[in-house]
């Protein structure tokens, strides 16, 4: 089973590197780093040699960096908790964003799809589902059609697809409407004030894409800079519902149906508090980045119960332990892809995602740090820690390298040797930063 027992710590060592990662890459391969003297360009002493084959598993093992908590829950996690990070980053500031920007006024919005048809629902207070029935949470019907025969597959399935330009259109309309509101034409509107915003999106019951956004008012450098006067939580709450609900995206024509896509009537716009302490009426920066990060690892498979990753036939779906609702939408979505006219919208590469191409949390370039740039600060980190000669006064750095993708997972000797391995200990809200073998 394992090489032999010598071998072990040096394999945790490298197994503790993936930091959980049950799917890591595997690669094989060099990499060396050589000095450069800048003056004369010889190439001087090796800095750094690594080879695959000299590694306790044989190869280089990668993290695979999945956000799907289905895929991998180490992976998913640390990018729950980069996103916690990038959202808090640009409410309270830190990580190089200014903390001024804790005084502009922000909100936290959501945007909802339009109705598709009757779903099976729990109406508030504690009325009957329109079926008759008195649906407990987590009830598996909830969110499905009530006449599966009458609900608007293929409207659901293209409002998917195009929410993304949806989103896209209302911004646009939102600086629109704030420039209006401040009394200045859109042109002056730059020099006065900034908006930004971290958004994601998630799946509802019944397979429709909404989305969750911290919108913010900054001065005319973003988050640098004071913002006017007139901006008010208030003013920017009555903009965000003007735009949403004048958004509006004109879609294909199909069998003589004309498709418009528009946001539902359902918009909430909610003002964040910098206070750290809740009085359980308002959102506070913590519960709103909290939220945003946890469904930042969510796919259409954490709610609607659909498929984690994309399907090559629709055969598969006959196997697939998925809902009756998801199995529709997806069907829906992959016939629907079969139409030349419909082709940019790639429904069959992303039938799995009810249509739904768009990236899971984006935001804009003001708004905080990247996870770029939080990926860069772990690898720095790892760097230091491997303590590699660095290059001295002078010098540059080449790096020669050259890897073969060898495959996916570990071994089970691996599996089982990485599942004994402590968990290192995460400070409360940081990232869980372990050193890897190799850099
Ligand atoms: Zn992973
Ligand atoms: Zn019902």
């Known amino acids: 089973m394992l090489a032999s027992l010598g071998t072990m710590p040096e394999l945790a060592h490298q197994l503790?590197?993936?930091?959980?990662?049950?799917?890591?890459?595997?690669?094989?391969?060099?990499?060396?780093?050589?000095?450069?003297?800048?003056?004369?360009?010889?190439?001087?002493?090796?800095?750094?040699?690594?080879d695959s084959s000299t590694l306790p598993s044989g190869q280089l093992l990668v993290r695979c960096n999945n956000r799907r908590?289905?895929?991998?829950?180490?992976?998913?996690?640390?990018?729950?908790?980069?996103?916690?990070?990038?959202?808090?980053?640009?409410?309270?500031?830190?990580?190089?964003?200014?903390?001024?920007?804790?005084?502009?006024?922000?909100?936290?919005?959501?945007?909802?799809?339009?109705?598709?048809?009757?779903?099976?629902?729990?109406?508030?207070?504690?009325?009957?589902?329109?079926?008759?029935?008195?649906?407990?949470?987590?009830?598996?019907?909830?969110?499905?059609?009530?006449?599966?025969?009458?609900?608007?597959?293929?409207?659901?399935?293209?409002?998917?697809?195009?929410?993304?330009?949806?989103?896209?259109?209302?911004s646009i309309y939102l600086r629109r409407e704030?420039?209006?509101?401040?009394?200045?034409?859109?042109?002056?509107?730059?020099?006065?004030?900034?908006?930004?915003?971290a958004k994601v999106a998630e799946y509802q019951k019944r397979g429709a894409v909404h989305f969750h956004a911290v919108i913010r008012l900054d001065g005319p450098e973003g988050g640098d800079s004071p913002p006017p006067a007139w901006a008010t939580a208030e003013l920017l709450t009555d903009a965000i519902r003007a735009a949403a609900t004048t958004a509006r995206v004109d879609g294909p024509m199909i069998d003589d149906q004309a498709h418009t896509f528009v946001f539902g009537r359902q918009l909430d716009v909610r003002p964040i508090r910098s206070a750290d302490f809740d009085d359980g009426q308002e959102l506070t920066e913590r519960a709103v980045a909290a939220y945003i990060a946890k469904y930042a690892?969510?796919?259409?498979?954490?709610?609607?119960?659909?498929?984690?990753?994309?399907?090559?036939?629709?055969?598969?779906?006959?196997?697939?332990?998925?809902?009756?609702?998801?199995?529709?939408?997806?069907?829906?979505?992959?016939?629907?892809?079969?139409?030349?006219?419909?082709?940019?919208?790639?429904?069959?590469?992303?039938?799995?995602?009810?249509?739904?191409?768009?990236?899971?949390?984006?935001?804009?370039?003001?708004?905080s740090t990247t996870l770029g740039a939080l990926r860069d600060a772990r690898a720095d980190w790892r760097r230091a820690q491997a303590a590699a000669p660095a290059p001295q006064d002078g010098e540059t750095t080449?790096?020669?390298?050259?890897?073969?993708?060898?495959?996916t997972g570990l071994s089970r000797a691996e599996a089982w040797l990485a599942a004994s391995l402590e968990p290192a200990p995460g400070t409360e809200g940081e990232p869980t930063w372990t050193p890897a073998a190799t850099s």
Request: proline share 4%; hydrophobic share 35%.
């Open 16 to 50: 503790s590197g993936l930091g959980g990662c049950t799917h890591p890459v595997r690669l094989d391969g060099h990499r060396t780093e050589y000095a450069v003297d800048q003056t004369t360009g010889e190439i001087g002493r090796v800095l750094h040699h690594l």
């Open 69 to 170: 908590a289905t895929r991998c829950a180490a992976c998913a996690e640390t990018y729950r908790r980069d996103t916690y990070h990038l959202i808090t980053a640009g409410l309270r500031g830190g990580k190089g964003t200014p903390e001024r920007v804790a005084v502009h006024p922000r909100v936290f919005a959501t945007f909802t799809a339009p109705s598709f048809g009757p779903v099976h629902n729990r109406p508030s207070g504690g009325r009957d589902c329109r079926c008759g029935a008195r649906h407990e949470e987590g009830d598996a019907v909830l969110g499905t059609p009530l006449d599966p025969e009458t609900y608007d597959y293929e409207a659901a399935v293209l409002w998917n697809a195009h929410a993304g330009a949806l989103w896209r259109r209302f």
């Open 178 to 197: 704030v420039a209006k509101r401040a009394g200045l034409t859109q042109r002056a509107f730059r020099d006065h004030a900034r908006i930004s915003f």
């Open 297 to 367: 690892t969510k796919g259409a498979e954490a709610t609607t119960g659909s498929l984690d990753r994309p399907i090559r036939f629709l055969a598969e779906l006959a196997q697939a332990r998925i809902t009756e609702h998801a199995r529709r939408m997806i069907r829906t979505a992959w016939t629907l892809g079969a139409r030349p006219e419909l082709s940019d919208l790639r429904l069959r590469a992303w039938a799995h995602m009810l249509g739904f191409r768009g990236h899971f949390s984006t935001k804009s370039r003001r708004y």
């Open 398 to 407: 080449l790096v020669l390298a050259h890897w073969v993708f060898a495959g």
